[in-house]
């Protein structure tokens, strides 16, 4: 049955976020926000600093504030905008006296609300630079946050209900001599969650659940809480993640480890984190596996960095072989980076190697970086082989080794090969994260760009000792996703990790919420028809689902269809090229009347584009990607949208990821519309809910 628009929307409103967590527990541990009416009372003097002054705060302490600290946009002392705050003034504490002053503001004293909300900014530093709230009677600090290491302001809402009646006052506090951060618009009672008829996503810290009642909930329900988190893609739970690492199946299981920082949502020493799982897309977390030498100095940013996975033929054990990089302003005599290992027997437990480093010197043609070692079979030589990052200095390159152990200690023993590939100059000096390995009869090496962070991957053959390029693309042509791994499955499927995130941008709101960095959906690797490398979505994806897909059909859009409400969900939509007559159809996601993400594809150009001009606190920006034209003139879209990422696969192995952060509730809307007043028509529409990624 053929439907045409409008028609009743199917799918509104079928799938929104429950309230209650997914292991059935309700509201204790949720914020009481929607109680909001309960208490109100007026908020501080000057909540949003438009007078332009301090009017109705005080000085604590300090040379951190005066008659300078409050600014409109305009400020180049906060770098460039846009700001976002609430009417023009907005304060910030490096205004007055540099970055380096310190001192203590405070606010009017006001009787507390049941909920509260304001805008903050600047940079990450819970203990030196953070606004709190004060219990007057006895000075006790109830609630602070610090903010992301971005200017743009993000709102921070705080359930005081406990504290409702009660007199209390704001502090903005800056204690550190590197940092600042802003304030703006302070709201108290129903007005700190509405924004017209849009209501704020609950953010901040203090809406997390706590290390008191974290033991209690399962990590579904714990991930649940956190609008800003992917509910099936793997993040950590607090605490920072970038690239995954040490992808194998190994025992059966799914193996997937990330570069990680526990004690902050920002890199530092780098951790490997541990994660399993049985069916490649549901995890569990396991405990770190491999921690930085020197914890106890958090400046010295030594650790264990990227690095792969491999089973020892010999003994079985799980052996991952990675990068030592060493800080060489706190050990001067150091290698900054060496190849180690570390090997277990329960998949659990690692001993790092006694033998370490396995690679102590960098070749010579290595002089701007030598790392994140990948270690694959060669089959056309029947040996171990290992590519490392690496640049010159002119370009970046891929060191080739190969195992020269034998048996067991195969994987401990490395002779250098040579160059295996370099580029022209023109896509950076050092190259990160290689991987290569052979599909069908190609071999295809994928590699990070550092500066730019662009991931690139080249398709062609390999003799052996050299790579000879035959087609170079971007791995994925949206802006967040870089350090891509690679592995070979029990299967024989070649599949991937991205992470969902770059170096590129400051934009990493979950911080708020003590958390940042996702990885991708386990992807599937394979050579397009246009001979690049494609991927797309693995098959137990469909295991995610937490419902049945609703089904719309054969379905010919006219102007605007509406075809759900969700942030957590499976999009999959088949159109019919040679019956639509539209110039180009849109498909918004993410959609309220303020804000939306939007992927248009214009027919005769065939571009698909992602647009975050105006999708809420996350990097606003356009990214396109050409599409091959279907032999059988269909396009195909499979598009995981999860919360704050959406991964969008197109039929011909196009892969476009990119991160939005929505502002508002309501912000969950799907919409499809045909431009020019003609039609795009679909074979089908399917929209599937999507459940965790969480046992
Ligand atoms: C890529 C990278 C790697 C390095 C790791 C450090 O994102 O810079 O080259 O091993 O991150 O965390």
Same mark, same amino acid.
């Given at each position: 049955?053929?439907?045409?628009?409008?028609?009743?929307?199917?799918?509104?409103?079928?799938?929104?976020?429950?309230?209650?967590?997914?292991?059935?527990?309700?509201?204790?541990?949720?914020?009481?926000?929607?109680?909001?009416?309960?208490?109100?009372?007026?908020?501080?003097?000057?909540?949003?600093?438009?007078?332009?002054?301090?009017?109705?705060?005080?000085?604590?302490?300090?040379?951190?504030?005066?008659?300078?600290?409050?600014?409109?946009?305009?400020?180049?002392? %906060?770098?460039?905008?846009?700001?976002?705050?609430?009417?023009?003034?907005?304060?910030?504490?490096?205004?007055?006296?540099?970055?380096?002053?310190?001192?203590?503001?405070?606010?009017?004293?006001?009787?507390?609300?049941?909920?509260?909300?304001?805008?903050?900014?600047?940079?990450?530093?819970?203990?030196?630079?953070?606004?709190?709230?004060?219990?007057?009677?006895?000075?006790?600090?109830?609630?602070?946050?610090?903010?992301?290491?971005?200017?743009?302001?993000?709102?921070?809402?705080?359930?005081?209900?406990?504290?409702?009646?009660?007199?209390?006052?704001?502090?903005?506090?800056?204690?550190?001599?590197?940092?600042?951060?802003?304030?703006?618009?302070?709201?108290?009672?129903?007005?700190?969650?509405?924004?017209?008829?849009?209501?704020?996503?609950?953010?901040?810290?203090?809406?997390?659940?706590?290390?008191?009642?974290?033991?209690? %909930?399962?990590?579904?329900?714990?991930?649940?809480?956190?609008?800003?988190?992917?509910?099936?893609?793997?993040?950590?739970?607090?605490?920072?993640?970038?690239?995954?690492?040490?992808?194998?199946?190994?025992?059966?299981?799914?193996?997937?480890?990330?570069?990680?920082?526990?004690?902050?949502? %920002?890199?530092?020493?780098?951790?490997?984190?541990?994660?399993?799982?049985?069916?490649?897309?549901?995890?569990?977390?396991?405990?770190?596996?491999?921690?930085?030498?020197?914890?106890?100095?958090?400046?010295?940013?030594?650790?264990?960095?990227?690095?792969?996975?491999?089973?020892?033929?010999?003994?079985?054990?799980?052996?991952?072989?990675?990068?030592?990089?060493?800080?060489?302003?706190?050990?001067?005599?150091?290698?900054?980076?060496?190849?180690?290992?570390?090997?277990?027997?329960?998949?659990?437990?690692?001993?790092?190697?006694?033998?370490?480093?396995?690679?102590?010197?960098?070749?010579?043609?290595?002089?701007?970086?030598?790392?994140?070692?990948?270690?694959?079979?060669?089959?056309?030589?029947?040996?171990?082989?290992?590519?490392?990052?690496?640049?010159?200095?002119?370009?970046?390159?891929?060191?080739?080794?190969?195992?020269?152990?034998?048996?067991?200690?195969?994987?401990?023993?490395?002779?250098?090969?040579?160059?295996?590939?370099?580029?022209?100059?023109?896509?950076?000096?050092?190259?990160?994260?290689?991987?290569?390995?052979?599909?069908?009869?190609?071999?295809?090496?994928?590699?990070?760009?550092?500066?730019?962070?662009?991931?690139?991957?080249?398709?062609?053959?390999?003799?052996?000792?050299?790579?000879?390029?035959?087609?170079?693309?971007?791995?994925?042509?949206?802006?967040?996703?870089?350090?891509?791994?690679?592995?070979?499955?029990?299967?024989?499927?070649?599949?991937?990790?991205?992470?969902?995130?770059?170096?590129?941008?400051?934009?990493?709101?979950?911080?708020?919420?003590?958390?940042?960095?996702?990885?991708?959906?386990?992807?599937?690797?394979?050579?397009?028809?246009?001979?690049?490398?494609?991927?797309?979505?693995?098959?137990?994806?469909?295991?995610?689902?937490?419902?049945?897909?609703?089904?719309?059909?054969?379905?010919?859009?006219?102007?605007?269809?509406?075809?759900?409400?969700?942030?957590?969900?499976? %999009?999959?939509?088949?159109?019919?090229?040679?019956?639509?007559?539209?110039?180009?159809?849109?498909?918004?996601?993410?959609?309220?009347?303020?804000?939306?993400?939007?992927?248009?594809?214009?027919?005769?150009?065939?571009?698909?584009?992602?647009?975050?001009?105006?999708?809420?606190?996350?990097?606003?920006?356009?990214?396109?990607?050409?599409?091959?034209?279907?032999?059988?003139?269909?396009?195909?879209?499979?598009?995981?949208?999860?919360?704050?990422?959406?991964?969008?696969?197109?039929?011909?192995?196009?892969?476009?990821?990119?991160?939005?952060?929505?502002?508002?509730?309501?912000?969950?809307?799907?919409?499809?519309?045909?431009?020019?007043?003609?039609?795009?028509?679909?074979?089908?529409?399917?929209?599937?809910?999507?459940?965790?990624?969480?046992?």
């Amino acid at each position: 049955m053929t439907k045409t628009t409008p028609y009743k929307n199917a799918l509104v409103g079928l799938l929104s976020l429950a309230s209650v967590l997914p292991d059935g527990t309700t509201a204790s541990v949720l914020p009481r926000t929607q109680e909001c009416q309960r208490q109100q009372y007026p908020g501080p003097k000057n909540p949003s600093f438009e007078t332009g002054d301090l009017s109705g705060w005080t000085v604590v302490n300090g040379t951190a504030f005066g008659k300078s600290s409050v600014t409109t946009a305009a400020s180049s002392q %906060l770098g460039s905008g846009p700001f976002n705050q609430v009417g023009k003034q907005f304060l910030s504490t490096n205004l007055q006296d540099g970055e380096a002053a310190t001192g203590t503001l405070r606010s009017s004293t006001f009787k507390a609300s049941s909920v509260m909300s304001f805008l903050i900014g600047g940079n990450y530093d819970p203990a030196n630079l953070y606004v709190g709230l004060v219990l007057e009677k006895d000075g006790s600090l109830l609630f602070s946050q610090t903010a992301t290491n971005d200017e743009a302001l993000i709102r921070i809402v705080w359930d005081t209900s406990a504290y409702a009646g009660q007199n209390v006052y704001l502090v903005v506090v800056d204690t550190s001599t590197t940092g600042h951060i802003s304030l703006d618009d302070v709201r108290t009672g129903c007005d700190a969650l509405k924004d017209g008829p849009h209501t704020f996503n609950i953010l901040g810290q203090s809406n997390q659940p706590t290390s008191k009642n974290l033991t209690a %909930l399962s990590a579904a329900s714990r991930y649940a809480v956190d609008p800003t988190r992917p509910q099936y893609h793997y993040t950590p739970y607090q605490g920072w993640i970038n690239d995954p690492a040490g992808l194998i199946q190994w025992g059966g299981k799914y193996h997937l480890f990330n570069q990680y920082n526990p004690v902050a949502p %920002l890199w530092g020493p780098m951790y490997w984190s541990h994660a399993e799982s049985t069916d490649a897309v549901h995890w569990r977390d396991l405990p770190v596996a491999l921690t930085p030498p020197y914890v106890n100095n958090t400046q010295d940013t030594s650790g264990r960095y990227t690095g792969s996975a491999v089973k020892n033929q010999d003994t079985g054990a799980l052996q991952l072989i990675y990068t030592d990089a060493t800080n060489v302003t706190y050990h001067p005599h150091a290698v900054p980076e060496v190849v180690s290992s570390a090997v277990s027997s329960d998949g659990i437990h690692f001993d790092l190697y006694s033998g370490n480093p396995i690679v102590a010197e960098a070749p010579p043609t290595s002089s701007a970086g030598f790392r994140d070692p990948k270690v694959f079979w060669d089959p056309t030589a029947n040996n171990w082989k290992m590519v490392v990052g690496s640049g010159d200095g002119h370009t970046g390159n891929v060191q080739l080794y190969k195992s020269t152990g034998p048996s067991s200690s195969e994987l401990l023993s490395w002779e250098y090969v040579g160059v295996l590939h370099q580029g022209d100059g023109s896509r950076g000096i050092m190259w990160e994260c290689p991987n290569f390995f052979p599909i069908d009869d190609k071999w295809v090496l994928f590699y990070g760009q550092d500066k730019g962070f662009k991931g690139w991957y080249e398709v062609g053959s390999f003799n052996g000792t050299t790579f000879v390029s035959e087609k170079l693309g971007l791995f994925d042509s949206g802006p967040d996703s870089y350090a891509t791994q690679w592995f070979v499955d029990d299967a024989g499927r070649n599949l991937a990790v991205t992470w969902i995130n770059n170096w590129n941008t400051t934009k990493w709101p979950s911080r708020v919420n003590g958390w940042a960095g996702t990885q991708s959906i386990m992807r599937e690797l394979f050579i397009r028809e246009d001979g690049g490398l494609g991927q797309k979505p693995v098959e137990e994806v469909s295991l995610l689902a937490s419902g049945p897909a609703k089904s719309l059909g054969q379905t010919d859009v006219f102007g605007t269809y509406e075809v759900g409400f969700t942030d957590t969900a499976r %999009l999959q939509a088949t159109v019919d090229l040679a019956a639509s007559d539209a110039p180009a159809f849109t498909i918004e996601l993410f959609a309220s009347g303020a804000e939306s993400t939007s992927l248009v594809y214009n027919f005769a150009n065939r571009s698909l584009t992602i647009d975050t001009m105006n999708a809420g606190y996350g990097q606003a920006g356009t990214w396109e990607a050409t599409i091959a034209k279907p032999a059988d003139n269909r396009l195909s879209l499979d598009i995981l949208i999860d919360r704050s990422s959406i991964e969008v696969f197109v039929g011909d192995g196009t892969a476009m990821t990119v991160r939005v952060f929505p502002r508002y509730q309501e912000s969950k809307n799907i919409r499809i519309t045909s431009d020019g007043g003609k039609k795009t028509v679909f074979d089908d529409i399917v929209l599937t809910p999507m459940g965790s990624a969480w046992e």
